[in-house]
C-alpha cells in the first residue's frame, strides 16, 4: 500500500527566508501524482502545488517549488521569501493516475514564520 | 462563491445520537469525497463518490456510517449511533480531474 511520510512535525522560517519542507512516499506504481496542501488554522485545506510523475521537470508556483526525486520517492517542498501569511499544517499527497478515489497523506509539518 | 461548502462547519452531540453533514461540490465536478482527520494527522480517506455512484469506500467507514449522493450534487454523510471516537473533522473534496478541492470542514465533537 501507498504510504506517505513527512519526517517533519514542526519546522520554523524567518520571514523573507526559504525553507524545505521534506516528504518521502512508498508506492509500486510508476504513474501517479504528487501535491502539496495547505492547511492554515481554523481554516480549509488548499491546493499549493502538484507534480505528475512523468514529468521530470520540477513544479513551480511563484515562490513555491518542488525538488521531485523519482528514483528516491522524494517529493520536497521550498518555499522562497516566505511570508506571515505561509504559516500553517502543511500537508503531502500522493494518489495514483489509475486510481481516482484513494488520496492518501502525510501527518503533516506545522511551519511557523517567525517576523 | 463556487467552492465547496459544507454544513453545519460545527456539531456536537451525544454519544448515540445521530448526525448528518451535507456537502455541496463545485458544481462541474463529477467526483466527490469524504475524508476524516484528527488532531495532528493528514485526513484519512472514507469514501468516494463518481456522480451517484459510491465507487469505494474504506475500512475506516463502519456499518454506523453511510453516505448518499442522489442525482450526483450534493452529497450527506450520516453517523448513526455516534461514539466518542467520531470525534473529528469531516472533510469533503471534489475533482474533476486530479486535483481535489476541499470544503472547510464540519468539525463534529461527541459528549
Known amino acids: 500500500a501507498q504510504t506517505v511520510t513527512q519526517s517533519q512535525p514542526e519546522m520554523s522560517v524567518q520571514e523573507a527566508e526559504t525553507v524545505t519542507l521534506s516528504c518521502t512516499y512508498d508506492t509500486s506504481e510508476s504513474d501517479y501524482y504528487l501535491f502539496w496542501y495547505k492547511q492554515p488554522p481554523s481554516r480549509q485545506m488548499i491546493l499549493v502545488i502538484r507534480q505528475e510523475a512523468y514529468k521530470q521537470q520540477n513544479a513551480t508556483e511563484n515562490r513555491f517549488s518542488v525538488n521531485f526525486q523519482k528514483a528516491a520517492k522524494s517529493f520536497s517542498l521550498k518555499i522562497s521569501d516566505s511570508q506571515l501569511g505561509d504559516a500553517a499544517m502543511y500537508f503531502c499527497?500522493?494518489?495514483?493516475?489509475?486510481?481516482?478515489?484513494?488520496?492518501?497523506f502525510g501527518a503533516g509539518t506545522r511551519l511557523t514564520v517567525k517576523p | 462563491d463556487t467552492g465547496v461548502s459544507q454544513n453545519p462547519r460545527h456539531k456536537i452531540t451525544k454519544r448515540g445520537q445521530n448526525v448528518t453533514f451535507r456537502c455541496d461540490p463545485i458544481s462541474e465536478h463529477n467526483r466527490l469525497y469524504w475524508y476524516r482527520q484528527t488532531l495532528g494527522q493528514g485526513p484519512e480517506f472514507l469514501t468516494y463518490?463518481?456522480?451517484?455512484?459510491?465507487?469505494?469506500k474504506s475500512r475506516l467507514l463502519s456499518d454506523r456510517f453511510s453516505a448518499e449522493r442522489p442525482k450526483g450534487s450534493f452529497s450527506t454523510l450520516e453517523i448513526q449511533r455516534t461514539e466518542q471516537g467520531d470525534s473529528a473533522m469531516y472533510l469533503c473534496?471534489?475533482?474533476?480531474?486530479?486535483?481535489?478541492?476541499f470544503g472547510p470542514g464540519t468539525r463534529l465533537t461527541v459528549t
Open positions: 499527497a500522493y494518489r495514483g493516475r489509475q486510481n481516482n478515489n484513494d488520496m492518501r
Open positions: 473534496a471534489s475533482s474533476l480531474l486530479y486535483e481535489q478541492y
Open positions: 463518490f463518481q456522480n451517484e455512484a459510491q465507487l469505494e
